[in-house]
């Protein structure tokens, strides 16, 4: 049924499925430009679209070909950090600077510097009448030849100059002897000289990063949106993927991303460019829009594009998918999905049904397994129910290995929270799953467990709160975290259960939590959790 990644998938041309989500994104008109979604949501597969259709006006810019590793772990911003000084000027003009690179490279493709000449000729014809824009062209000249190195060479010289006019600058002043104390001296320290010097280097540093300047290139924007990009018949696109890679500490990337936000934000002043930003969902909720960028949290949210797939959307992916793949195969099967899967009974219900029973409504789950299933069809017309039933252990086992993968980068050691469930009964009463929820937070005093950190915080209101919380106030942090991805179900009433995929925000509520409610591992993670009905 194909791959399960979109880098590797070899039906994501052949069978690609025009979900709400790719119109969206593809849309001229529609404005939504950030593509949020859970890992297997689809994310990859619909930049990865835009590419094949519109090869020639699709830029893809690639984290790791923008030394974006090397920013984040370089001593001066790792320092700069430490003194709390607000980088988003100088990361900002980083993101515009790279938009603006990488959008006049694809749309001249200069190769040599007659070309380049010629190209600079061109813009300024077109806004001589206007000596503010002519001025913008400036921003090109003042780099020279260095304007057409790669972005990532451009991107360490920006670098490197802004730490040699740091250093440079501050050598002048009567706090370099200090300096050295000072960046050694911890936040929580009470010897208020070295604060007084500490405070004296953060502004000193901070005054340097407000003195990026972002008017050129403020006006830059407005002459490729005015006299070069300036045509619905040549739409762009600007793709940007893997931004969840583990590059340094959260709190760097999570400002280096933000900023990226912020400078997509500003570059909708281009009608035909879309820059689109594909991001997992936890990596969004905590970038923490509101306490730096002025109240503009709503902004962000209103242009982001939250990938949810409905059953019926899954069931015509896996019909276009499962006839893509017959027809490349070897397998004897006429037909698409109807064909493959087995009769449906009174007993064992509709085996498409049965399929997305066990998968979290993503597109990734469900090519896991179907291709576990398919494994069992070569040689046959048809899978019966026992090819069903026989995939489940392997499959439960990559969904389990998945979603520690997914979550350990914000939660580190969660494998042995989901361990916590091993052998128990899968649907739970409040008393019973209290008592797995107690051994969670006693998991703080595992030596050998390396998420302390994240379940003292979840735990938090367990160890200190009063008589009078009640169970919601005591356990809602941990019962949230294992609801919201997708591990546990909850039934109000005791019997029907809503995963955070029907129902996004059922935890948040203490009314989802009578007495008479019922908590369930989700079938995907049972079978490899030794868990039984």
Same mark, same amino acid.
């Given at each position: 049924?194909?791959?399960?990644?979109?880098?590797?998938?070899?039906?994501?041309?052949?069978?690609?499925?025009?979900?709400v989500?790719?119109?969206?994104?593809?849309?001229?008109?529609? @404005?939504?430009?950030?593509?949020?979604?859970?890992?297997? $949501?689809g994310?990859?597969?619909?930049?990865?679209?835009?590419?094949e259709?519109?090869?020639?006006? =699709?830029?893809?810019?690639?984290?790791?070909?923008?030394?974006?590793?090397?920013?984040?772990?370089?001593?001066?911003?790792?320092?700069?950090?430490?003194?709390?000084?607000? &980088?988003?000027?100088?990361?900002? +003009?980083?993101?515009?600077?790279?938009?603006?690179?990488?959008?006049?490279r694809?749309?001249?493709?200069?190769?040599?510097?007659?070309?380049?000449?010629?190209?600079?000729?061109?813009? !300024?014809?077109?806004?001589?009448?206007?000596?503010?824009?002519?001025?913008? +062209?400036?921003?090109?000249?003042?780099?020279?030849?260095?304007?057409?190195?790669?972005?990532?060479?451009?991107?360490?010289?920006?670098?490197?100059?802004?730490?040699?006019?740091?250093?440079?600058t501050?050598?002048?002043?009567?706090?370099?002897?200090?300096?050295?104390?000072?960046?050694?001296?911890?936040?929580?320290?009470?010897?208020?000289?070295?604060?007084?010097?500490r405070?004296?280097? =953060?502004?000193?540093?901070?005054?340097?990063?407000?003195?990026?300047?972002? *008017?050129d290139?403020?006006?830059?924007?407005?002459?490729?949106?005015?006299?070069?990009?300036?045509?619905?018949?040549?739409?762009?696109?600007i793709?940007?993927?893997?931004?969840?890679?583990?590059?340094?500490?959260?709190?760097? $990337?999570?400002?280096?991303?933000?900023?990226?936000? /912020?400078?997509?934000?500003?570059?909708?002043?281009?009608?035909?460019?879309?820059?689109?930003?594909?991001?997992?969902?936890?990596?969004?909720?905590?970038?923490?829009?509101?306490?730096?960028?002025?109240?503009?949290?709503?902004?962000?949210? $209103?242009?982001?594009?939250?990938? !949810?797939?409905?059953?019926?959307?899954?069931?015509?992916? *896996?019909e276009?998918?499962? *006839?893509?793949?017959?027809?490349?195969?070897?397998?004897?099967?006429?037909?698409?999905?109807?064909a493959?899967?087995?009769?449906?009974?009174?007993?064992?219900?509709?085996?498409?049904?049965?399929?997305?029973?066990?998968?979290?409504?993503?597109?990734?789950?469900?090519?896991?397994?179907?291709?576990?299933?398919?494994?069992?069809?070569?040689?046959?017309? @048809?899978?019966?129910?026992?090819?069903?039933?026989? *995939?489940?252990?392997?499959?439960?086992?990559?969904?389990?290995?998945?979603?520690?993968?997914?979550?350990?980068?914000?939660?580190?050691?969660?494998?042995?929270?989901?361990?916590?469930?091993?052998?128990?009964?899968?649907?739970?009463?409040? /008393?019973?799953? =209290?008592?797995?929820?107690?051994?969670?937070? &006693?998991?703080?005093?595992?030596?050998?467990?390396?998420?302390?950190?994240?379940?003292?915080?979840?735990?938090?209101?367990?160890?200190?709160?009063?008589? =009078?919380?009640?169970?919601f106030?005591?356990y809602?942090?941990?019962?949230?975290?294992?609801?919201?991805?997708?591990?546990?179900?909850?039934?109000?009433?005791?019997?029907?259960?809503?995963?955070?995929?029907?129902?996004?925000?059922?935890?948040?509520?203490?009314?989802?939590?009578?007495?008479?409610?019922?908590?369930?591992?989700?079938?995907?993670?049972?079978?490899?959790?030794?868990i039984?009905?």
């Amino acid at each position: 049924m194909g791959g399960e990644q979109a880098e590797a998938d070899p039906l994501l041309e052949k069978a690609f499925f025009d979900s709400v989500a790719y119109e969206r994104i593809r849309s001229h008109e529609d @404005r939504h430009c950030f593509l949020i979604g859970r890992t297997g $949501s689809g994310k990859s597969a619909i930049l990865k679209r835009i590419e094949e259709e519109f090869p020639e006006r =699709t830029i893809r810019i690639s984290p790791d070909d923008l030394s974006l590793p090397y920013i984040l772990n370089l001593g001066l911003i790792r320092r700069l950090n430490e003194l709390d000084v607000h &980088l988003d000027p100088f990361l900002m +003009l980083l993101w515009r600077h790279i938009f603006i690179v990488e959008l006049i490279r694809h749309r001249y493709k200069p190769r040599s510097n007659a070309e380049r000449q010629t190209m600079l000729e061109t813009l !300024r014809t077109l806004v001589r009448r206007d000596p503010t824009k002519e001025r913008a +062209l400036e921003y090109i000249s003042q780099f020279g030849d260095r304007f057409w190195n790669e972005t990532s060479i451009q991107v360490r010289e920006m670098i490197e100059q802004f730490e040699t006019t740091a250093d440079t600058t501050i050598k002048g002043t009567s706090i370099v002897p200090h300096l050295g104390a000072v960046l050694s001296v911890q936040k929580d320290s009470k010897e208020f000289s070295s604060f007084e010097v500490r405070r004296e280097v =953060t502004e000193h540093y901070q005054h340097i990063v407000n003195q990026t300047q972002l *008017a050129d290139l403020s006006k830059m924007i407005e002459v490729l949106n005015n006299e070069v990009f300036n045509s619905p018949k040549e739409f762009w696109y600007i793709v940007i993927d893997d931004l969840d890679k583990d590059w340094a500490d959260e709190s760097l $990337s999570n400002d280096l991303i933000r900023c990226l936000f /912020r400078a997509v934000l500003d570059l909708q002043r281009l009608r035909y460019v879309k820059i689109v930003i594909a991001l997992r969902t936890n990596i969004f909720e905590h970038l923490n829009f509101g306490s730096k960028t002025g109240g503009q949290e709503e902004k962000f949210r $209103s242009l982001r594009s939250v990938i !949810r797939w409905s059953p019926t959307e899954l069931r015509a992916l *896996a019909e276009q998918r499962v *006839a893509a793949a017959i027809v490349q195969s070897d397998l004897e099967i006429t037909g698409g999905m109807k064909a493959l899967l087995p009769e449906g009974s009174k007993k064992r219900g509709d085996p498409m049904d049965y399929l997305l029973s066990y998968t979290l409504l993503r597109p990734r789950d469900l090519i896991a397994f179907v291709n576990q299933c398919l494994e069992r069809a070569v040689g046959k017309t @048809r899978l019966t129910w026992s090819d069903l039933d026989a *995939a489940i252990p392997e499959y439960s086992r990559n969904r389990l290995l998945a979603l520690r993968d997914e979550w350990k980068p914000t939660f580190p050691g969660i494998e042995k929270v989901f361990d916590k469930f091993r052998s128990h009964n899968r649907s739970m009463n409040l /008393r019973e799953f =209290t008592e797995i929820l107690d051994e969670i937070a &006693l998991l703080v005093s595992d030596r050998d467990f390396e998420g302390t950190r994240w379940v003292l915080l979840l735990a938090d209101p367990l160890w200190s709160g009063s008589l =009078t919380d009640t169970w919601f106030d005591s356990y809602r942090m941990i019962v949230k975290l294992l609801y919201d991805i997708g591990f546990i179900g909850i039934a109000k009433d005791g019997r029907t259960f809503k995963y955070s995929y029907e129902e996004m925000n059922m935890a948040d509520s203490e009314l989802s939590f009578p007495d008479t409610v019922q908590f369930q591992v989700h079938k995907a993670f049972a079978t490899a959790l030794d868990i039984t009905g």
